[in-house]
């Protein structure tokens, strides 16, 4: 399969503003950690659809704010953001005062792309806006921020794009560059190249997962041009896999990717010129057979001795796997019900205590208990009404 890549400088562009999109506030447990000391507080941040798609019906306010419980999980609702259509993926700045979302639309005919926000936390536990840029593709679905803490990076659904924006000292965002990936897979969903993550590391090594084209493609950030460099050493993965997230180990150089359509997790070695090389492959769901599983999220205990995958569709579960202490590998230990329907976005806290799972179609956040000898999630019987939630993300 044949790839081009497209690099084009970006000139100015003027930002256009987002209008309030409605929707409908459901909430449990607020106020239950009202009274709490801080230090038993910890902040989480949600993204929903707020719009009605095609895949999906939105009924989110924009980005909620809410402090979880570290002893039991529960979570209450501390403030609303509105301001932004279709928040669907966050990340937060390594310094912990700014935020940052996709506004996952597709613009105009003539001009097809997304917008990404930055925005101030501030000392009232709200939202305050800097500044919004267009994220030079269509459906923005995934932003990172690199471990300098200089750049934003934007994976565009649509179109195959990712775009790398500069961070100023103020958290304001502005255009730096974009690539454009091509090709076509091998499946119905893979016509075109579709972008779906974009992870920077330690090494300046970028890595974008395209679901499309099923690659991996190791960029090299080069910070003193504000560049992204193509290295030519893609992860060329299973036909009709749809590879969509990344994982790593916290210890060892080995990354897990989740593959979307074929419902498997396959394990790479990390080499040290950037390439991905794969080893193993398992599948993360009980049929094996179908084209579309639907696997969605991935992510590895921060003690690195399991790993979870969560799986929509027929299945509304999440595989649970055991990571070899040696080589990375890994083995199913079993699936765990969402309680809910599209689970496709779910968070490990930061103490490796619970696992969070948002389910899109039900509205509902569930809080897991996970056991620290066998890997498996307890279910505590904590669950959150959120409307259409898709995105997790603890303050560091």
């Known amino acids: 399969m ?29 106020d239950s950690t009202a009274m709490m000391p801080e230090s038993d507080k910890r902040l989480l941040f949600v993204g929903t659809y707020t719009e009605k798609e095609d895949h999906v019906d939105g009924k989110g306010e924009g980005i909620y704010v809410y402090t979880m419980d570290k002893n039991t999980g529960k979570l209450s609702q501390v403030s609303i953001n509105r301001g932004i259509k279709n928040p669907s993926y966050l990340t937060i700045h390594n310094n912990g005062k700014y935020v940052y979302a996709v506004s996952e639309t597709m613009g105009t005919d003539s001009l097809p792309q997304g917008d990404v926000y930055a925005y101030e936390f501030t000392t009232d536990s709200t939202l305050r806006e800097i500044n919004h840029v267009p994220s030079e593709g269509g459906a923005p679905c995934f932003i990172s921020i690199d471990p300098s803490g200089n750049y934003a990076l934007v994976a565009n659904y649509a179109d195959g794009v990712i775009t790398l924006l500069g961070i100023d000292d103020n958290g304001a965002l502005s255009q730096k560059m974009f690539v454009k990936h091509s090709g ?39 910070e003193g041009k504000d560049t992204l460099e193509a290295t030519g050493r893609d992860t060329e993965l299973r036909p009709g896999s749809g590879p969509r997230h990344l994982a790593f180990h916290p210890s060892k150089k080995v990354a897990y990717v989740v593959n979307e359509l074929k419902g498997t997790v396959t394990t790479l070695d990390i080499l040290d010129n950037g390439e991905l090389r794969p080893f193993q492959t398992l599948s993360a769901v009980e049929d094996t057979t179908m084209v579309d599983a639907g696997s969605a999220d991935i992510h590895i205990t ?87 939630p898709v995105c997790l993300k603890f303050m560091p």
């Open 2 to 30: 044949l790839r081009s890549i497209i690099v084009l400088s970006l000139l100015g562009v003027v930002s256009l503003s987002c209008e309030r999109s409605k929707g409908v506030k459901e909430t449990s447990n607020e």
């Open 184 to 222: 076509k897979g091998l499946t119905s969903r893979q016509q075109s190249a579709h972008a779906h993550s974009v992870w920077p590391t330690k090494s300046g090594y970028v890595y974008a997962v395209d679901l499309g084209i099923d690659k991996i493609i190791p960029y090299k950030l080069d």
């Open 302 to 388: 921060p003690n690195g001795r399991f790993l979870y995958v969560s799986n929509r569709g027929k299945f509304n579960n999440l595989a649970m796997f055991r990571v070899n202490s040696e080589t990375g590998e890994l083995t199913l230990i079993g699936h765990q019900t969402t309680k809910g329907d599209g689970p496709r976005n779910f968070v490990i806290d930061p103490a490796g205590k619970f696992l969070l799972v948002a389910n899109q179609n039900t509205g509902n956040v569930i809080t897991y208990e996970i056991d620290d000898v066998t890997g498996k999630l307890i279910d505590i019987g904590v669950e959150s009404e959120i409307p259409t």
